[in-house]
């Protein structure tokens, strides 16, 4: 599929409020999957659209992630915090790895960043080119 077909179907399909230029990353990761492409093939195009991302579906950003404090009387549950251990790479947990941890072990994504946060892990590499 082409740039400019990607760029067509991610102005239709934003789903923002009208002329804000906001696209919410559950929406956007849809959208790349509909299309059969890469999620960062439409997060570009959400950028050369001038859009930008918002609501997280891991909470990094856009949406209420907890914080540390948050965090403090909440337990981790042991399958969770293992998987999510098992996928680090140099400490961090990258995004796609971040979803497939939420598959496996049946929890949200929002839990597994949640999860990350108790655990003082770094989620980074985001599917959609948000953040490095």
Known sequence: MDVEEIERV???ESGGVAGEGLLACARARGIAKRLGVAPKEVGDA???LGMRI?????GCFGSKKATHEDMDSVQVPEALAEAITAALVDG??????????ARKVKATPKQVGDAT???????SKCQLGCFP
Do not use: M, S
């Open 10 to 12: 991610v102005a239709e």
């Open 46 to 48: 959400a950028d050369r």
């Open 54 to 58: 918002v609501d997280c579906q891991l």
């Open 92 to 101: 961090q947990l990258y995004c796609t790895a971040a979803f497939e941890v």
């Open 117 to 123: 946060t108790k655990l003082q892990v770094r989620i």
